[in-house]
């Protein structure tokens, strides 16, 4: 069965640091990756997805990730935080692009000035 | 792009009173549709699959009997949570693929307080 592990449940960055958020997935073949953030109280928002093709993704924000087939990683990053970066980060899995996704547990990232 | 409409995006209810959520996929069709539940500073679990004519897949542990799904139509999914509880209290989003497009849309969630 496919699962997503976030070893971290809460970081905490200064303002203007770099920031790499940790995810793993647990799946037979190279599944649909995904990160998603979601501020207190609101809905999810895309931030950045893989499929194929180049194992560094682009997204918003400034956010980038990259797939790792040997490691089964699909760690995110982001060279200098700002302070509205503080929200919770899910990582996510999924068979096909239209299929259920499998949500990890979250990292919750405090930024402070 | 495409989007998902959830409504209503808040409810309070009291104890033992059903209430009904609907999830509107807009521009595109989608036959499946699908239902997630978030506890406080919990993560999202799937709930249930919707089918467009067909009868929902639950995940285990939920009651299919009390989280009543119906995909009536092509853009649209309703789940009625019946003779709530405040247990039942959750945050809850459904999700639309649009197969297409190759991607999925989530809606903004609606928030259930049952008192």
């Known amino acids: 069965a496919q699962s997503v592990t976030q070893p971290d449940i809460h970081i905490t960055v200064s303002e203007g640091a770099s920031l790499e958020l940790r995810c793993n997935y647990s799946y037979g073949a190279t599944p649909y990756l995904f990160w998603y953030v979601q501020s207190p109280g609101q809905g999810l928002q895309l931030l950045l997805k893989?499929?194929?093709?180049?194992?560094l993704v682009q997204g918003i924000k400034g956010f980038e990730a990259e797939f790792k087939r040997s490691q089964s990683s699909f760690n995110l990053r982001k060279p200098s935080v700002h302070w509205s970066d503080a929200a919770e980060y899910f990582c996510?899995?999924?068979?096909?692009?239209?299929?259920?996704?499998?949500f990890g547990p979250g990292t919750s990232l405090s930024v402070i000035p | 792009g495409a989007v998902v409409s959830q409504h209503p995006s808040w409810v309070i209810c009291k104890s033992g009173t059903s209430v009904k959520i609907e999830c509107r996929s807009l521009d595109f069709q989608a036959t499946t549709m699908f239902w997630y539940r978030q506890f406080p500073k919990q993560s999202l679990m799937l709930m249930a699959t919707s089918n467009e004519g067909s009868k929902a897949t639950y995940e285990q542990g939920v009651e299919k009997d009390k989280f009543l799904i119906n995909h009536a139509s092509l853009t649209l999914s309703t789940l009625t949570v019946t003779s709530a509880h405040p247990e039942d209290s959750s945050f809850y989003i459904c999700?639309?693929?649009?197969?297409?497009?190759?991607?999925?849309?989530f809606g903004p969630g609606t928030r259930l307080t049952v008192l």
């Open positions: 999700s639309a693929p649009d197969a297409p497009a190759g991607t999925q849309y």
């Open positions: 893989y499929f194929s093709g180049d194992t």
């Open positions: 996510a899995v999924c068979q096909t692009s239209y299929d259920k996704v499998i």
